[in-house]
């Protein structure tokens, strides 16, 4: 009789445990559900209401190393014609040479490790292990960037530093206007002073590098 009973807890309790671990595996595999939900009903969602698709990582890091590899291989072609005295067209690189090879930058013709690995090939500063080689692309995209930035704002504070003296020089041609018709009220006799402007162009320094 003792030993029916200790059977009987025995199966009860593993039958206990059973359920618990099935239901910590249930809750583990909740939130992944959820958020696969999540991202569908977002997508739905912006989809409706702007009629637009938003890129997911894999494209947008597929897009960064498009733009990485186009702009490097770009930057050395650039160099390689130069020395022979040739000149590089970047609108022709740019939009029908490396789309011809791979793609419009919308819808790349590789993915990003395949890219990645072309340029391992060519350049030695892109690791040759594909992981490694898609985060140099981003992090050579990424600082590309940053430097077209700063070229931008710095050629912004250079045009509103030029708007200000043109400002202020037309200040002084409107006092020494005054100042004339002045001395010509007071001294009817003499000829009235003429009066030169100079004129100071500014010139703006454009980066031709990629857009």
């Not at 009789?1 to 445990?17: D, L, P, Q, W």
């Amino acid at each position: 009789m003792a030993t029916t009973t200790k059977s009987t807890v025995n199966k009860n309790g593993s039958a206990t445990a059973n359920a618990k671990s099935q239901a910590t595996t249930n809750t583990a595999t909740k939130p992944a559900a959820s958020a696969n939900d999540l991202i569908g009903r977002v997508t739905t969602t912006l989809k409706k209401t702007y009629k637009v698709n938003l890129n997911d990582r894999k494209k947008r890091v597929a897009l960064k190393v498009y733009h990485a590899l186009r702009e490097k291989m770009g930057l050395d072609l650039q160099t390689q014609v130069r020395k022979n005295n040739g000149t590089f067209d970047w609108q022709k690189w740019n939009t029908k040479v490396f789309v011809l090879l791979f793609g419009k930058p919308e819808a790349p013709k590789y993915s990003a490790p395949v890219m990645a690995k072309i340029a391992s090939y060519f350049y030695d500063t892109i690791s040759e292990e594909p992981t490694q080689a898609v985060a140099d692309l981003v992090e050579f995209n990424r600082q590309s960037l940053e430097r077209r930035n700063a070229i931008q704002e710095q050629s912004e504070d250079e045009d509103l530093e030029g708007d200000d003296e043109e400002f202020d020089d037309s200040v002084l041609d409107d006092e020494d206007d005054l100042d004339a018709a002045a001395e010509s009220d007071l001294d009817e006799g003499d000829d009235e002073d003429d009066l030169d402007d100079d004129d100071e162009d500014f010139e703006d320094e454009e980066d031709d590098e990629l857009e």
